[in-house]
Protein backbone atom coordinates (compact mmCIF):
# COMPACT_ATOMS: atom_id res chain seq x y z
CA UNK A 1 0.00 0.00 0.00
CA UNK A 2 1.20 3.33 -0.67
CA UNK A 3 1.33 6.01 1.96
CA UNK A 4 -1.70 7.68 0.45
CA UNK A 5 -3.77 4.79 0.65
CA UNK A 6 -2.30 4.63 4.21
CA UNK A 7 -3.25 8.39 5.01
CA UNK A 8 -6.78 7.78 3.81
CA UNK A 9 -7.41 4.32 5.53
CA UNK A 10 -6.41 6.56 8.59
CA UNK A 11 -8.60 9.21 7.55
CA UNK A 12 -11.45 7.08 7.16
CA UNK A 13 -10.97 5.34 10.57
CA UNK A 14 -10.95 8.62 12.36
CA UNK A 15 -13.86 9.73 10.48
CA UNK A 16 -15.49 6.66 10.99
CA UNK A 17 -14.46 6.89 15.05
CA UNK A 18 -15.76 10.41 14.90
CA UNK A 19 -19.43 9.11 13.73
CA UNK A 20 -19.43 6.69 16.13
CA UNK A 21 -18.84 9.11 18.91
CA UNK A 22 -21.63 11.26 17.51
CA UNK A 23 -23.96 8.11 17.06
CA UNK A 24 -23.79 7.97 20.71
CA UNK A 25 -24.16 11.29 21.50
CA UNK A 26 -27.00 11.45 19.97
CA UNK A 27 -28.38 8.17 21.38
CA UNK A 28 -27.66 9.54 24.77
CA UNK A 29 -29.51 12.98 23.97
CA UNK A 30 -32.57 10.89 22.48
CA UNK A 31 -32.89 9.14 25.88
CA UNK A 32 -32.54 12.49 28.02
CA UNK A 33 -34.74 13.77 25.43
CA UNK A 34 -37.28 10.92 25.84
CA UNK A 35 -36.97 10.90 29.35
CA UNK A 36 -37.73 14.88 29.68
CA UNK A 37 -40.65 14.06 27.83
CA UNK A 38 -41.66 11.77 30.09
CA UNK A 39 -41.25 13.71 33.03
CA UNK A 40 -42.66 16.76 31.30
CA UNK A 41 -45.86 15.07 30.45
CA UNK A 42 -46.09 13.62 34.22
CA UNK A 43 -45.59 16.83 35.21
CA UNK A 44 -48.90 18.12 32.47
CA UNK A 45 -50.92 15.17 34.09
CA UNK A 46 -50.48 16.50 37.49
CA UNK A 47 -51.09 19.86 36.60
CA UNK A 48 -54.52 19.16 34.68
CA UNK A 49 -55.82 17.00 37.52
CA UNK A 50 -54.35 19.94 39.65
CA UNK A 51 -56.74 22.13 37.43
CA UNK A 52 -59.79 19.94 37.46
CA UNK A 53 -59.61 19.82 41.81
CA UNK A 54 -59.76 23.41 41.63
CA UNK A 55 -62.49 23.29 38.70
CA UNK A 56 -64.20 21.58 41.19
CA UNK A 57 -63.38 23.20 44.27
CA UNK A 58 -64.13 25.98 43.02
CA UNK A 59 -68.07 24.85 42.09
CA UNK A 60 -68.48 24.08 45.49
CA UNK A 61 -66.88 27.25 47.08
CA UNK A 62 -69.50 28.91 44.78
CA UNK A 63 -72.40 26.39 46.14
CA UNK A 64 -71.32 27.74 49.67
CA UNK A 65 -71.30 31.31 48.80
CA UNK A 66 -74.87 30.87 47.47
CA UNK A 67 -76.00 29.33 50.66
CA UNK A 68 -73.69 31.34 52.73
CA UNK A 69 -75.40 34.89 51.04
CA UNK A 70 -79.22 32.83 51.09
CA UNK A 71 -78.12 32.31 54.91
CA UNK A 72 -77.14 35.99 55.35
CA UNK A 73 -80.09 37.15 53.32
CA UNK A 74 -82.82 35.40 55.87
CA UNK A 75 -80.65 36.80 58.92
CA UNK A 76 -81.13 40.37 58.01
CA UNK A 77 -84.99 40.16 57.43
CA UNK A 78 -84.58 38.47 61.10
CA UNK A 79 -82.53 40.90 62.56
CA UNK A 80 -85.34 43.97 60.93
CA UNK A 81 -88.39 41.57 62.78
CA UNK A 82 -86.06 41.70 65.59
CA UNK A 83 -85.56 45.36 65.57
CA UNK A 84 -89.30 45.99 64.66
CA UNK A 85 -90.51 43.62 67.69
CA UNK A 86 -87.99 45.56 70.17
CA UNK A 87 -89.62 49.13 68.53
CA UNK A 88 -93.07 47.37 69.90
CA UNK A 89 -92.00 46.54 73.17
CA UNK A 90 -89.86 49.90 73.80
CA UNK A 91 -93.27 51.43 73.11
CA UNK A 92 -95.43 49.52 75.24
CA UNK A 93 -92.59 49.62 77.88
CA UNK A 94 -93.19 53.45 77.56
CA UNK A 95 -96.89 53.46 77.77
CA UNK A 96 -96.29 51.34 81.16
CA UNK A 97 -94.04 53.59 82.78
CA UNK A 98 -96.60 56.42 81.38
CA UNK A 99 -99.64 54.70 83.15
CA UNK A 100 -97.42 54.03 86.30
CA UNK A 101 -96.36 57.33 86.26
CA UNK A 102 -100.08 59.06 86.29
CA UNK A 103 -101.37 56.47 88.93
CA UNK A 104 -104.60 54.66 88.56
CA UNK A 105 -106.42 58.04 89.19
CA UNK A 106 -107.50 57.11 93.07
CA UNK A 107 -105.93 59.38 95.39
CA UNK A 108 -104.74 57.64 98.83
CA UNK A 109 -105.97 59.82 101.32
CA UNK A 110 -105.38 59.05 105.20
Same mark, same amino acid.
Given at each position: ??????????????????????????????????????????????????? +??? $?? @???? /? *?? #? !???? &?? %? =? +??? $?? @???? /? *?? #? !???? &?? %? =??????????????????
Amino acid at each position: MADDDLDRLALLERLQAQQERLNAQLIELTARLGEEQGHHAEALFRADVAV +TRL $DQ @EQAL /H *AE #R !LERY &DA %I =L +TRL $DA @ESAR /H *AQ #R !LERL &DT %I =LQAIKALLERGNGHSETA
